[in-house]
């Protein structure tokens, strides 16, 4: 996972078990935490180049404004956290859980997703291959049927949310996960290639054809990161 994935300070170990917010305990329970502020990746790819399947205005949007509002937010709710407990106020602390869990997931998700996604020139597209080709045709029956189900996991999305694939890490087998606004993928689970269903991921270019986009997105989907993940855990 990216050094730049998150950056924080360690008063938020305290601030997460004087809140509400297993979610995101759970989640970041594997990443070193540092003094600092979390900070927006760079993408290793220009904005334009998973056109024509997302284009490039939408990678603009969605990466230097919606990102940088997750990570602006993550930092508020840090600080917030920081002061509450330099006080002593932990239910002031707790207050802010919710918001912790919004934005820090936000922030975790998309820096995933970023590195989920490549040109179709390059990394992008087709099938993995090697032993996570094996474990979808093990644990779906095919690449193809694990596609089908999870676009029909994305189009049953109601409202904003994420799919991801996951590997559970005690089974050691594959499942599919959604989650609603940015709640992260936490517990037993290892995400390992997520896509995003929210309006801003998609809607400059397809309107309410979200289903497109779901057909499109396969087209730049990056398999070589997402079997690194699975090979590492």
């Avoid at 509002?69 to 707790?94: M, P, Q, R, W």
């Avoid at 606004?181 to 979200?210: C, F, M, T």
Wanted: hydrophobic share 40%; glycine share 10%; net charge neutral.
């Amino acid at each position: 996972m990216s050094s730049t994935l998150l950056r924080t300070v360690p008063v938020l170990r305290g601030a997460l078990r004087a809140s509400a917010a297993p979610k995101m305990a759970g989640a970041m329970a594997s990443t070193s935490f540092v003094r600092g502020k979390a900070t927006l990746p760079d993408l290793p790819y220009d904005y334009s180049a998973l056109e024509p399947y997302i284009s490039g205005k939408i990678m603009e949007l969605h990466h230097s404004k919606h990102h940088q509002t997750y990570v602006n937010g993550l930092n508020s709710a840090l600080e917030a956290i920081a002061e509450a407990e330099s006080k002593g106020d932990f239910s002031k602390a707790a207050t802010v859980a919710p918001l912790l869990n919004f934005h820090g997931g936000g922030h975790l998700n998309h820096s995933l997703f970023w590195e989920n996604l490549a040109p179709a020139s390059r990394e992008g597209g087709g099938e993995p291959d090697g032993a996570l080709k094996k474990a979808i045709d093990s644990d779906f029956g095919s690449f193809d049927n694990f596609r089908k189900q999870m676009n029909t996991a994305l189009a049953g999305i109601q409202g904003s949310g994420w799919a991801w694939l996951v590997k559970d890490k005690t089974a050691g087998t594959l499942g599919i996960v959604t989650r609603a606004n940015q709640d992260p993928v936490s517990g037993p689970y290892v995400p390992l290639l997520g896509i995003d269903a929210w309006e801003h991921a998609y809607y400059l270019q397809y309107e309410n054809r979200k289903a497109e986009y779901f057909e499109a997105i396969w087209n730049v989907l990056n398999w070589k990161t997402a079997a690194q993940r699975f090979e590492k855990t």
